[in-house]
């Protein structure tokens, strides 16, 4: 059994201007670098095996929290929201032409315009995650982690999920021989000691 640590990575403008970003490479904003600069991984975390997804966002969050270069891995990229990136929920949920739908009613196989659906994400993320050899934390984005929470609490994306995702925390997925089971603790990334 290994056991895999997602954590999201720090704020960027777009996500303060609730923005889609998807695959668009946003970096961390001052105030994201400055937060995470006061914070560290409670151990064993700290001294895990290092991932994240290739996106400047996951890199520098990994790299501030460590001071380790993470090993960059294709599979943890954001999902492809198509044309939907750069645009807002709340406005692409007011224009009748663009098709928007809440996640939470998508199911498996809904695509944005132009992206991927969950289940193509499920497609990458799960072959990587199960060849891990090792406990691992994983730097990455919203919508990957809910699809490998997914895996591991049998969620749709049918009815409201059965986590809520937050910024500075841990959510460690047990995977053995293809049984996936989410810790019911969720450890908070700690304060620096002064």
């Not at 998508?106 to 499920?122: I, Y």
């Not at 996936?180 to 700690?190: D, K, S, T």
Request: charged share 25%; proline share 8%; aromatic share 8%.
């Amino acid at each position: 059994m290994i056991r895999l640590a997602l954590l999201r990575h720090g704020h960027t403008s777009w996500n303060r201007e609730g923005r889609i970003q998807g695959r668009t490479d946003i970096p961390l904003d001052p105030e994201a670098e400055a937060h995470l600069k006061s914070l560290r991984l409670p151990a064993p975390w700290d001294e895990a095996d290092l991932v994240s997804s290739p996106l400047s966002r996951a890199v520098r969050t990994a790299e501030i929290l460590t001071a380790r270069a993470p090993r960059t891995e294709p599979a943890l990229l954001e999902m492809d929201w198509g044309a939907w990136e750069g645009g807002q929920g709340t406005a692409l949920r007011a224009d009748p032409e663009s098709g928007y739908r809440d996640l939470e009613s998508w199911g498996w196989n809904f695509t944005p315009p132009g992206g991927e659906s969950p289940a193509t994400l499920r497609d990458r993320l799960v072959p990587w995650a199960e060849s891990l050899k090792s406990d691992t934390l994983a730097v990455c984005h919203i919508g990957t982690m809910r699809v490998l929470l997914a895996c591991a609490t049998a969620w749709q994306f049918d009815g409201p999920p059965p986590f809520r995702i937050k910024r500075d925390r841990l959510y460690i997925l047990r995977i053995h021989k293809g049984d996936w089971q989410l810790e019911e603790a969720v450890p908070r990334l700690e304060r620096q000691a002064s």
